[in-house]
């Protein structure tokens, strides 16, 4: 199954020690789905507050596991 996801749950599948629940959630998930809103907010949080370990794992998490959804002008408009 597909999800689309916000920043909480990847920030907290990032963790050393992931939330019980977040674990329990991901073992059905086959793909997560991004906007490019979550992917500038984590990016503007790295940037922020440099960690080259979640910098890392956030790299090979968008280049392995899953879709990103752009933000067209039709869906600025209904944000």
Not at 17 to 46: C, D, K, P, R
Not at 57 to 65: E, V
Request: charged share 10%; aromatic share 8%.
């Amino acid at each position: 199954m597909s999800y689309l996801c916000d920043t909480n749950i990847i920030s907290e599948l990032s963790r050393p020690q992931t939330n019980f629940g977040v674990i329990a959630w991901s073992v059905n998930v086959t793909t997560i789905t991004l906007s490019v809103i979550t992917i500038e907010e984590i990016t503007f949080g790295l940037t922020a507050k440099p960690n080259p370990r979640i910098q890392t794992w956030f790299q090979n998490f968008l280049s392995n596991n899953c879709q990103i959804i752009p933000i067209t002008p039709e869906i600025a408009k209904l944000a």
